[in-house]
């Protein structure tokens, strides 16, 4: 099983807008499958990496197990010299946490898992999380953009902690009270 952190939250738009010109950004991205391009937020290519991060919802530490960005995206390269790229990154507050995820494919559209697992073991609090999202630059004719439909945290299921469950604790002393 797995505990997935969905964006909860604004934190900043930069220049990124909704499907509607709107900023309610984590809305657009936040459901649970991918809905095409139904919701999303897109960024222009002006010349300039842009770039948005939005809170995700607070989950429990993970046990073992790797964690991974997921992510649905569409490119439109309406220059002809080359489609703008996207770069993921998780944050703990204002520090990165774990490398970059970033894809300058040159595809019209991609689904993706980032492609290594991300470390977190300097993660100490689950409850503030955020996910950064860049537009990297191609040749910022201004006609390139890039929408992002889906964007989300996965992690292994909480972490067991080694106790003894009550039904076996009440049994015990029931028995050393009989003896």
């Keep these: 099983m ?4 969905r964006p909860s939250a604004d934190d ?3 220049n990124w807008l909704d499907q509607d010109d709107g900023s309610s950004l984590y809305a657009a991205i936040d459901e649970a499958s991918a809905d095409g391009a139904t919701t999303h ?3 222009t290519d002006n010349g300039g990496n842009d770039t948005c991060i939005v809170n995700l919802a607070s989950i429990s530490a993970p046990g073992s197990g790797s ?5 649905t995206a569409l490119v439109e390269d309406g220059s002809g010299m080359g489609a703008p790229g996207v770069k ?3 944050f703990e507050g204002t520090d990165a946490r774990g490398a970059a995820h970033t894809n300058n494919s040159v595809a019209t559209s991609y689904t993706a898992v980032a492609s290594s697992a991300i470390d977190v073991s300097s993660v100490s609090n689950w409850g503030n999380l955020k996910l950064r999202i860049t537009l990297l630059t191609n040749a910022g004719s201004g ?6 439909t889906q964007a989300y945290l996965e992690t292994p299921d909480a972490g067991g902690g080694g106790s003894t469950p009550i039904a076996a604790i009440s049994m015990n002393t029931y028995r050393q009270m009989r003896n």
């Design 143 to 148: 006609m390139d953009y890039i929408r992002v």
């Design 12 to 14: 900043t738009d930069g």
């Design 2 to 5: 797995v505990q997935v952190a």
């Design 88 to 90: 993921f990154q998780l």
């Design 67 to 71: 964690v991974y960005i997921k992510y």
């Design 41 to 43: 937020i897109y960024s």
